[in-house]
């Protein structure tokens, strides 16, 4: 199943924004930045979540399902690439339907861009920069045994739920091993939206 | 690599249909406009045959592409919009502007990079004049003909209809006969640029795939290089080496109108696409019909717009089409409270 | 009636163009400060030229790179050891400082500050320089001139920041910005151990059981160090945070302490009473290291939880917690930053920790210690080597003989003619405004952002008759002087910086600095030359001030002897002391038992808690505190001006409890004695109600530091900083964020700009989240 890959502990985050500098570094896509760095609990707390592409494996990428152009390919690998730019319409079908809200789309280009796992660095073996840089772990490259060989008592977790479906990723989450959820909560169904209970 | 999925047999059956249509369809607009073949140079018969099959193609891939559900709903609302009267008479000037910033003169290039855009425009200028130039000579369509036998007047008739009189010393005859070249002088600075791209720039570099990203580029130097040559040789050497380079050079002008439909070319199919999803959104935005987050409340898209995403993601079995609803960001906040209170608050 | 009434209305402008995509997708404005056209990626060949980031004390390891053309334009993340590849949004933009369009590449200079600045020749502004230099002396003696150097000047610089000041200027005023950054813990750690710096090397902190981080928000001020901390916390070790803010490490703790500003040390004496209460001290390690105890147990008894618990604002029990979960730890361990040291008794609040560790006995042992966090990256190494007001290279005093005569033989000059101590860098500002010093020098530093009390310091500076400054980008400072210098960055000199873990790094050129502009050591010594003392600073480059400088700090405790250029790029750093080439460093102090005192022993101080200055009243009930934010360094003469940094966080906000009634992103008027400013609100929990935080990095109308208040530490002179009283209101509109100033001619970059005058605060303390950049 899985073998180098990322894996994003939310709860390690410090919500730097290392990674969203780092990647507008790498190579494949240099002076935009692709991750998303949100403070999901404004008002109340710190807490932040960084947001790379998951590279879906199951249903296999359906931002590439919805994509109207065929333009999101998907490496044998398992890379979900980014929007080629000669096919790519600017439509963000992918941006809406991406259950994780990864891609982002410039609409001046008329072109989606998205994470692609630091294609240059991980085809030769290198981390991704965002997983380089990070600080903190939150973001962490490698395989799952590395991982927990660093720290003990971690497991991860690969598939999440958004109401009645499942989507199993390609990128992981880490959990703590003694209250592991699987599949991790997507957060779809919407419970509350500002306070207000919005169970239909 | 591969996108989407297999291909059902019901949609291979109808293109199969679609293609043999359309190349019956051009071998008939061959034979008529040729006026019988009475116009058509047998010389150039391995040209004429190429573009048949490069009209199969372009039909059987069109088909099975638009039969893909993120592409049928496209397919619909964007003719739908092109064809309502109603858009028509609302903003009569859209659709003829859209098509010339859009595919005329590439605006959207320009956003991403002007050196690109540039070369580019190059490229699609040079060939949409070389295309111009030879399908209809190739069907027989066009003929030069001249009552002394060899010029300078001559007469340039479509369909055997006379359009237009010319000396081929004037300026004007002059661009007649090397149209040609000069498309040729506009590909390969073009295309040089972006195989210098291809080599050297490491966003171009990663992923890059050769049969996909430089035979495209190749076929386009070879192309226009061996048809430069042809005219040096007719001029500067008599002819010499003439044959070897036109064969070469209609080898690669029939490898590269059989790839057309299957490789990177295909977006000179596609992209008219980009006008009608532009056309359809800009209708629903003339009609003030945005969607906004159901959490936030900023604007998403267009109502129709959400609502042809739900279906295709319903007709692609993705269960989620309700979080369309939500903007990118809500669903990442969300999915991280959701991380915060069910998996772990921290650290721990 | 028209025929048609179906028609809809005419729209005005729907844009052919798609314009809607759901927020945070639309645009790549955040590409940083290269047009994102601009930035390239080709594969012409590189080179990396390993070195060490400019900013904070960790002194991440990264590499540059270099393009064929010589010119640095991009950053590789570096297996360095402190570090480990990991760098923080400021060290990775770092690097776009040095082909910056608002670099200073020629010496600006006007006669009165009613003037213009114009580009001048080098010549006639050193000229100029020397000139005034010269007539301000013979009119006022020698110590109406003075010098202000910085701490992130390498190693070399500082020393020569010293020297010259004694050496060429003759003047005994001489201070660093130092001074409002580590001199708290610096004092408290001569008092209790006779050596300043931090006990411990990083990496203990991942052997530790029981981390207590008093006053510093890691998360954000040394991002890269959260390693070490969550490393500890993988393999067990609980974590104690003290911060009346609830910050990214807080957030996660097994304790956090939100403590009133300004009752740190009553805090930590209740925190030892409950330890001796309990038993829990290490009797046989305090009889055989430490003097002073009984003293410190008589006081300590004075402060029990209920007592501590009414000062700091914070439950009893919680003081329990802390002292028994940090005593009963085998190995704990206490950092401590600016949150406890930017105090009228900042030393005191530092010895009140090293109280803590000492009696529990968790001094020098590995996983066991006491450290401070270096804020500048060469905080530790800017104070050993002479540019501190008391001090001479190698951490000697100024005030003792032996001292001056070892350096007046090093220096070549006799011991009379060494200037005595100067003053401190706040008490310098005074002097300004009462025209004790009529000249000034400023190298790398920016008080107008970073002094607090912005009115006193602004009038001090302009009572100078002549003030030049040592810059590579105007700050607000230097905008304010007669001549200023364009110097390099520093990727283009090399130099040696001495972490938070006293540990000497080396940062190498990578490129040649840009036309017209020079390293601080050629203007320093081409001043020096042209004061006449040319053969005192015969330096070329680095590397020769580095040999002198080794020399100078034989044989004392800041022993920097044993380490050459050569071992530095070897070992990839090397801790002082080190005597000889042969001797490998030390890394964690007193692991003998022994301190530097001559006893040999911790010298345990007595300390007594007392409210912070400035008085609380009906007017002023609350406590504004100031303090960084993750992307932004100092007084932001720096990141201010990169464009993913202004991006991140455009502007400077007031933090407040949402019980005070405000909106999120309401003006909000913080008002204190000195002044008064509006920010907008960021409202959050996550800040103790009676407390509000403003970040210091802008200048004014939206500096912090108009509204602190100028009161010093009796021992170490730095400002309280960390606390001052205050009241917040309403108000109409928020102060705009003014833009960085350049030289005359230019703009300031505008696509670094975009965002600067946004209105808004950012989603969290640390920065706009991604999606919320338009």
């Known amino acids: 199943m899985m073998g180098r890959t990322i894996f994003i502990d939310p709860g390690r985050c410090i919500g730097c924004q290392a990674c969203v500098s780092a990647c507008r570094e790498c190579d494949s896509h240099r002076g935009k930045s692709m991750i998303h760095l949100d403070y999901t609990d404004e008002g109340q707390s710190v807490a932040s979540l960084p947001t790379v592409c998951m ?121 703590p091993a003694d209250r592991v959820q699987w599949p991790v909560p997507g957060g779809l169904p919407v419970v509350e939206i500002n306070g207000k209970d919005v169970r239909r | 690599m591969r996108a989407g999925g297999l291909v059902p047999r019901s949609v291979t059956g109808r293109a199969t249909a679609a293609g043999v249509i359309v190349s019956l369809l051009l071998v008939v607009a061959i034979v008529l406009g040729s006026r019988f073949l009475e116009h058509f140079d047998s010389a150039l018969l391995p040209y004429a045959v190429a573009t048949v099959f490069l009209a199969f193609g372009v039909a059987y891939r069109y088909t099975v592409w638009v039969s893909a559900p993120g592409a049928k709903r496209l397919f619909k609302k964007g003719w739908g919009s092109l064809f309502s009267v109603d858009n028509f008479r609302r903003a009569p000037t859209a659709l003829p502007k ?22 580019h425009q190059l490229i699609f200028w040079g060939c949409i004049l070389a295309s111009l130039i030879t399908f209809p000579l190739t069907w027989g369509w066009f003929t030069f003909t001249s009552g002394t036998g060899s010029g300078p007047g001559y007469e340039m008739r479509i369909w055997g209809f006379k359009i237009i009189g010319f000396d081929s010393l004037d300026f004007l005859g002059w661009l007649m006969f090397h149209g040609l070249d000069i498309a040729a002088v506009l590909v390969i600075p073009g295309t040089s640029y972006f195989l210098w791209r291809r080599m050297k720039d490491r966003g171009a570099v990663t992923g890059q795939r050769f049969g996909y990203d430089l035979v495209p580029l190749i076929a386009l130097i070879v192309i226009s290089v061996t048809g430069l040559l042809l005219t040096f040789s007719s001029i500067f050497l008599h002819g010499g080496g003439y044959e070897f380079l036109a064969i070469l050079h209609m080898v690669a002008v029939v490898f590269t109108l059989i790839y057309i439909p299957f490789g990177k070319f295909f977006h000179i199919v596609q992209r008219p696409a980009a006008v009608g999803m532009q056309l359809f959104k800009y209708t629903g935005r003339q009609d003030d019909e945005v969607f906004s987050c159901r959490r936030c409340e900023e604007p998403i898209d267009t109502t129709p717009y959400v609502d042809n995403l739900r279906g295709t993601m319903r007709d692609l079995s993705l269960g989620f089409d309700e979080w ?17 209170s069910q998996v772990k608050k921290g650290f721990k | 009636m028209t025929a048609d009434s179906r028609t809809p209305e005419p729209h005005a402008v729907v844009p052919i163009d798609p314009s809607l995509a759901p927020p945070g997708t639309r645009a790549f404005r955040d590409a940083g400060g290269i047009p994102a056209d601009r930035w390239h990626a080709d594969q012409n060949g590189e080179t990396l030229v390993p070195t060490h980031c400019c900013f904070c004390g960790v002194q991440c390891g990264m590499y540059l790179r270099v393009d064929r053309g010589g010119k640095v334009f991009g950053v590789e993340p570096r297996n360095h050891d402190i570090n480990r590849m990991r760098l923080c949004p400021k060290g990775i933009n770092a690097y776009q400082q040095v082909n910056h369009p608002d670099r200073l590449t020629a010496p600006l200079m006007r006669r009165s500050r009613d003037e213009e600045f114009r580009e001048v020749s080098w010549e006639e502004a050193l000229e100029f320089t020397v000139a005034e230099i010269k007539r301000i002396q013979q009119t006022y003696g020698n110590d109406a001139f003075g010098l202000l150097g910085g701490a992130s000047l390498f190693s070399e610089k500082t020393y020569l920041v010293g020297k010259f000041a004694r050496v060429a200027l003759k003047t005994r005023h001489v201070d660093y910005n130092g001074r409002l950054c580590m001199v708290s813990a610096a004092g408290a750690n001569k008092l209790a151990f006779n050596i300043d710096r931090a006990g411990n090397p990083f990496s203990d902190i991942l052997l530790t059981d029981c981390l207590l981080i008093a006053g510093s928000n890691v998360g954000e001020c040394f991002p890269v160090m959260t390693q070490y901390v969550w490393g500890a916390r993988d393999r067990g070790a609980s974590l104690i945070v003290i911060d009346p803010r609830e910050t990214a490490v807080a957030r996660t703790a097994d304790i956090h302490v939100a403590l009133k500003p300004g009752t740190d040390s009553a805090f930590f004496n209740s925190v030892l009473h409950v330890i001796v209460e309990e038993g829990l001290t290490d009797e046989a390690y305090l009889a055989a290291h430490a003097t002073g105890w009984e003293e410190v147990k008589a006081k300590v008894a004075e402060y029990p939880p209920s007592r501590a618990a009414e000062i700091c604002g914070v439950p009893a029990e919680q003081i329990v917690q802390v002292a028994r979960t940090f005593a009963r730890a085998p190995k704990a361990m206490a950092w401590h ?70 350096i007046c033989e090093v220096w070549g000059i006799e011991e009379p003619e060494l200037p005595p101590a100067g003053t401190s860098m706040m008490e310098m500002v005074w002097q300004m405004q009462r025209r004790e010093i009529r000249g000034l020098i400023g190298i790398c530093n920016n008080p107008f952002v970073s002094l607090p009390n912005l009115k006193v310091v602004k009038e001090g500076y302009d009572a100078t008759e002549f003030h030049a400054q040592f810059d590579f980008f105007l700050s607000e400072t230097a905008a304010n002087a007669h001549v200023v210098f364009p110097v390099t960055t520093w990727a ?23 036309p017209g502009v020079r390293t601080d050591t050629w203007v320093m010594c081409e001043l020096a030359r042209r004061l006449g003392a040319g053969d005192k600073f015969a330096f070329d480059n680095s590397r020769q001030v580095f040999d002198e400088l080794r020399i100078a700090s034989a044989g004392t405790v800041n022993d920097y002897y044993g380490i050459t250029y050569e071992r530095l790029e070897e070992t990839g750093g090397i801790s002082w002391p080190c005597p000889s080439t042969d001797h490998p460093g030390t890394p964690r102090l007193f692991e003998d038992g022994r301190t530097y005192h001559p006893d040999g022993k911790i010298h345990l101080q007595v300390v007594e808690w007392h409210p912070p200055m400035d008085p609380y009243d009906d007017e002023h009930p609350m406590t504004l505190t100031t303090g960084r934010t993750v992307a932004h360094f100092l007084s932001g003469n720096q990141t201010r001006r990169l464009g993913a940094l202004v991006e991140q966080t455009p502007r400077p906000w007031a933090e407040v409890h949402p019980s005070h009634g405000f909106r999120n992103g309401e003006p909000v008027r913080v008002v204190t004695r000195r002044g008064s400013e509006v920010f907008p609100a960021l409202v959050t929990e996550a800040i103790r109600p009676d407390t509000v935080f403003i970040p210091y990095h802008w200048p004014v109308p939206t500096a912090a530091n108009a509204l602190t208040i100028d009161a010093l530490d009796p021992r170490s002179k730095i400002p309280e900083y960390k606390v001052c009283a205050c009241r917040i209101e309403h108000a109409e509109r928020i102060d705009v964020v003014p833009a960085p100033p350049v030289a005359p001619g230019h703009v300031a970059y505008p696509e670094t700009q975009v965002s600067r005058t946004d209105p808004l605060p950012p989603t969290s303390p640390q920065g706009r989240g991604t999606s919320e950049r338009s």
Not at chain 1, 123 to 150: D, I, K, N, R
Not at chain 1, 165 to 172: C, I, L, N, P
Not at chain 3, 492 to 514: F, S, T, W
């Open chain 2, 324 to 340: 369309a609803e939500y903007c990118p960001r809500c669903k990442r906040v969300l999915r991280g409270s959701a991380y915060l």
């Open chain 2, 98 to 119: 859209m098509i010339a910033t859009y595919l005329g003169f590439q605006k959207f290039l320009g956003a991403r990079s002007h050196a690109r855009w540039a070369a």
């Open chain 3, 337 to 406: 930053a600016r949150g406890i040291e930017h105090h009228s008794q900042g030393v005191e609040n530092c010895l009140t920790v090293i109280n803590l560790c000492t009696a529990t006995g968790n001094i020098g042992k590995p996983g066991a210690g006491y450290g401070t966090l270096t804020g500048q990256g060469n905080g530790q190494g800017g104070r050993e080597h002479g540019q501190k007001s008391d001090l001479l290279p190698g951490g000697r005093s100024i005030n003792n003989a032996e001292h001056r005569r070892q």
């Open chain 1, 55 to 175: 590279h879906c494996e199951d249903p296999v990428a359906p931002c590439a399902e919805v994509c109207p152009a065929d333009a999101i390919l998907v490496t044998a690998d398992g890379v979900v690439q980014q929007a080629d730019t000669t096919r790519c319409i600017g439509c963000a079908n992918c941006v809406n339907a991406c259950p994780f809200g990864v891609p982002k789309i410039d609409l001046q280009a008329k072109l989606q861009m998205k994470c692609n796992l630091c294609y240059d660095r991980t085809a030769y073996g290198l981390a991704p920069m965002c997983a380089t840089v990070c600080p903190t772990g939150a973001l962490f490259y490698g395989t799952a045994e590395e991982l927990q060989a660093e720290r003990p008592g971690v497991q991860v977790a690969d598939s999440f739920v958004f109401g009645e479906s499942e989507v199993r990723t390609g990128v992981a989450m880490v959990v």
């Open chain 3, 492 to 514: 283009e000199d090399d130099g040696v910086m001495a972490n938070a873990e006293a540990r000497v790094v080396k940062h190498n050129k990578a490129q040649d600095p840009p």
